[in-house]
């Protein structure tokens, strides 16, 4: 509903955003597919020729390749598992009526600001580390052997660094959409003699499947990129206990110079995400029309 | 209608919420500590909560050795700037969808999400080049135009939520108040969604400032943020807890406190208006 | 100053018609109201003479100059909105300079003009207020008096009462009559209640369905309804309208007869029983179920000793009566 006027005007204040956001995503992905199909070593300028689908045959066959799907994997569902669970147990909690509940949600909020590299630092070495951090000390103080977290369960450390860094997130975001809950009808069912329990089930569970699916959704987005933790804990190892998708990717362009393998990885990781997205936007785009 | 609980289920949620919160809160409230200490202490195998000596010379040591505030000012150069720039190209794309929305509307947010999608390594390798060839790389101007595409679709999305608030009425009364488009936009709409406009800045900035995917593999030394700083605190050389404990400190009170501040729209702006 | 003529206006939106061709000459002067059940397209009628929507085809006229395609700030015309539509950052007295401030006017006349309309308005003690601190009628005289100030060859008001309570809609109303017999400016005014059309207008104009049911002075409209839906839509609690044998005994498909010319007569030839029964004090509200007619509404004196159960004899005020034929129209 509106004028001829406002119409162009609105159009021509909406194209440099999408064009410029057309642009970053166009070039970038194009050079990347066009690179996937290159021999070509940044340590060997001027060598690049065509090879065809050569390197997303070394990249399928890389050894790195399956463990890195399957950690990406693991990852990011580990995560989301710990922090959707873990978020509305939170959420339920701090709904309850309790002293200092604004001092409390800050504090559970917090992770969420610190920045990756920072987070992964401090759990790396004042945390976990074996022999100097506290889970050490205090597994010292109860007599039992310091776990070395990152040799032995490098993956499970870091599911467990960034699911820290998320659930403040989670929690947020549950908690809000707890305040939207309808007391009259929780308080009709207690009429009607329907137990705790069976009024988590079926009120309060499907009333935050919304907000759910949204925490979902933006987690998956930012969890597919996981980077600093990797890096500064466990590089990727040993070997490839903890190397994603992104990592390996890294690794290949980043420290080995291989342009091509690089790229051809890249593309692996868009259409992997692609998929996930798929998925994601049909689920949101039922969860969120209403 | 809230009942009043009973006391002692009140008291028992405190217990349990605040030990819950403290848990989650203690790795930060370790570093803080931690930062504190002397490097002796720090890794003392028997550490101690509170009952050390208190000590300021980490924060000077940081700050002297390594350059803390260079970083420090990248940080606020890079996630202020990308988050201007930002609101500079999405004002008018978010009034332009609030307001007149046509038949692809819709869609067109639904692809900007989806923009958000496409992981930043799929691209990883022309942005580099890209960067290099520009002369971008290890440059704050780089990280700046870098981030404010990463950011852009948020942003947008955003203001479109908040502007979608605004009557659209006021807008038109405008218009008939001889209001030309620039004046609408200038007088009326900017004025009212300050609110909103301040809080899609804080969100950015918060996330541009813990960005740590572009910021560490398009930075060296000269341009690197705080995340690259800290980050190089992993090389063995640097295993200092409580250095390393005082610069993480310094590097997530300020967004720590911006943080808290935002709260309540940091839910709004980061589910696209879904959940308020 | 201020007359506005639409010739064969038209709009469609995607496909959809809205308005379907509208001729209306407005005189300078007039206050016109445009009446219809919601979906009619009276809001979107006085948008289209704003300029907030492009008129698909058609000719409006504003002062005999073509304003078809100009955008509103130049047609000269001011509006009231439904919500007011203040500018909530922006005081009292901002907000009724604002269209002044657009038109690059001097401070000190900008100042001048703002003072005079808020002494109109009884506004002077509010000038520096922001519009969430005032009640609804106040908002909605600040609305008007930023109409005012731009001394508008024509005011356009959408629905300005209806957020409204009952006893501030009234005084309000009796508010811009009395405005608009000070200014003599040509005023536009779009409103469902029938009520607020009957009591300010000089000429009602009935919408249905994107087309003209009539125009009409109030009065024209309550005693000669050109068809069944003015009949239906004029006039509180609403016409009778009798459909079979007793229609056909009156030569006409479909009888119609107000429920305060109706009489209650021994003799009277419909009788039946007394419904609900409403004592009002000032006149009593009878839903009657007349043998072979249907059911009839009746409003009579406030003391008449019927109650629920009541039998009663009923009689139609013989020169009362409006006659339709089977297509609705008003029989001569």
């Known amino acids: 509903m509106a004028t001829q006027a406002s119409r162009i005007a609105g159009r021509l204040m909406l194209s440099p955003a999408v064009v410029l956001l057309f642009l970053w995503m166009i070039v970038p992905l194009g050079m990347t597919i066009y690179f996937s199909f290159l021999r070509f070593n940044l340590l060997m300028p001027g060598t690049e020729e065509f090879t065809g689908f050569e390197n997303y045959s070394y990249f399928f066959t890389d050894p790195a390749f399956w463990p890195a799907l399957v950690n990406t994997l693991t990852l990011v569902l580990g995560v989301l598992v710990i922090t959707v669970v873990g978020g509305v147990a939170l959420a339920v909690l701090l709904d309850q009526p309790m002293w200092g509940q604004g001092i409390v949600r800050i504090l559970v909020i917090a992770p969420f600001f610190v920045m990756p590299s920072v987070s992964a630092l401090v759990w790396k070495n004042m945390l976990m580390n074996p022999v100097n951090g506290l889970f050490a000390a205090l597994a010292r103080a109860l007599g039992l052997q310091p776990i070395d977290f990152f040799a032995s369960a490098p993956l499970a450390s870091i599911t467990a660094i960034v699911a820290w860094q998320w659930l403040p997130f989670a929690t947020l975001i549950l908690f809000t959409a707890m305040q939207s809950l309808d007391r009259e009808q929780m308080e009709a069912a207690e009429m009607d003699g329907a137990g705790p329990i069976w009024r988590f089930v079926h009120l309060t569970l499907p009333h935050l499947m919304r907000a759910m699916t949204v925490v979902v959704l933006i987690q998956t987005i930012f969890l597919l990129s996981v980077f600093a933790e990797i890096l500064v804990t466990t590089n990727g190892g040993p070997g490839t206990a903890s190397t994603t998708l992104t990592f390996l990717v890294y690794m290949q362009s980043m420290l080995q110079f291989d342009v091509g393998l690089g790229s051809a990885g890249g593309i692996v990781a868009v259409i992997l995400a692609n998929i996930v997205a798929i998925f994601l936007m049909r689920m949101i785009g039922k969860n969120l029309e209403a | 209608m809230a009942r009043e609980a009973s006391k002692g289920h009140k008291a028992a949620v405190t217990v349990l919420a605040w030990g819950v919160a403290l848990l989650i809160f203690f790795p930060i409230l370790w570093t803080f500590l931690t930062s504190f200490k002397t490097e002796g202490e720090a890794i003392n195998s028997h550490p101690s909560f509170l009952f050390f000596d208190w000590t300021l010379e980490n924060y000077e040591t940081v700050n002297q050795r390594s350059d803390y505030l260079a970083h420090f000012w990248n940080s606020v150069v890079i996630s202020v700037g990308s988050t201007v720039l930002g609101l500079i190209i999405a004002v008018p794309a978010a009034w332009s969808m609030a307001f007149v929305p046509g038949k692809r509307t819709k869609d067109i947010l639904m692809w900007m999400l989806s923009t958000k999608m496409l992981p930043a390594v799929g691209v990883l390798v022309p942005i580099y080049l890209l960067a290099r060839d520009a002369g971008l790389l290890d440059t704050k101007t780089g990280l700046v135009i870098v981030l404010t595409m990463v950011n852009l679709p948020i942003i947008v999305w955003m203001l479109y939520t908040y502007f979608k608030e605004i009557p659209g009425e006021i807008l038109e009364a405008a218009r008939m108040d001889g209001a030309t488009l620039s004046s609408e936009i200038l007088y009326v709409l900017t004025p009212m969604a300050v609110p909103g406009i301040a809080s899609t800045l804080l969100l950015n900035v918060i996330l541009a400032w813990n960005e740590s995917f572009w910021t560490l593999n398009l930075t060296a030394a000269s341009a690197a943020p705080l995340t690259a700083f800290i980050a190089s605190y992993s090389s063995p050389e640097g295993l200092f807890y409580a250095k390393l404990s005082a610069a993480s400190t310094m590097a997530i009170a300020p967004i720590m406190i911006l943080g808290w501040f935002s709260q309540k729209q940091l839910v709004r702006g980061l589910t696209f208006g879904a959940v308020k | ?332």
């Open chain 3, 1 to 332: 100053m201020g007359e506005i003529v639409l010739s064969e206006v038209r709009k469609s939106f995607g496909g959809v018609s809205i308005i379907q061709g509208i001729d209306l000459v407005i005189p300078e002067g007039e206050f016109v109201v445009f009446v219809g059940p919601s979906g009619c397209g009276k809001s979107t009628l006085l948008r289209l003479i704003a300029g907030l929507e492009d008129t698909s085809s058609g000719t409006i006229s504003i002062d005999g100059k073509d304003a078809t395609r100009l955008p509103p700030a130049k047609r000269g015309l001011a509006m009231v909105f439904q919500s007011y539509a203040l500018y909530p950052h922006m005081s009292v007295r901002k907000n009724i300079a604002f269209p002044l401030r657009m038109a690059g006017l001097p401070a000190e006349e900008q100042q001048r003009k703002v003072e005079a309309a808020a002494k109109v308005l009884n506004l002077t003690p509010y000038l520096d207020r922001k519009p969430s601190q005032l009640s609804g009628g106040q908002r909605q005289r600040v609305a008007i008096g930023r109409a005012i100030v731009r001394e508008p060859a024509a005011f356009l008001f959408d629905e300005p009462l209806s957020n409204l309570d009952a006893a501030l809609r009234v005084s309000m109303r009796q508010e811009i009559s009395e405005l608009h017999h000070t200014l003599k400016t040509t005023m536009v005014y779009v409103t469902h209640d029938q009520v607020e059309a009957m009591t300010m207008a000089d000429r009602i104009v009935v919408l249905n369905a994107g087309r003209i049911e009539q125009v009409g002075s109030p009065l024209e409209l309550y005693r000669s309804p050109a068809n069944l839906f003015v009949a239906g839509f004029i006039g509180s609690p609403k016409m009778n309208l009798v459909e079979g044998a007793e229609a056909a005994r009156h030569g006409a498909h479909t009888l119609g007869v107000r429920p305060e010319h109706i009489d209650i007569a021994e003799d009277g030839p419909w009788k039946g029983m007394v419904g609900l029964c409403e004592h009002l004090g000032s006149d009593t509200f009878l839903k009657v179920e007349v043998e072979g007619v249907g059911q009839i509404n009746v409003r009579v004196g406030g003391d008449v000793p019927l109650r629920h159960g009541s039998q009663v004899s009923l009689a139609p005020q013989a020169d009362k009566l409006h006659r339709f034929d089977a297509a609705g129209k008003a029989m001569a």
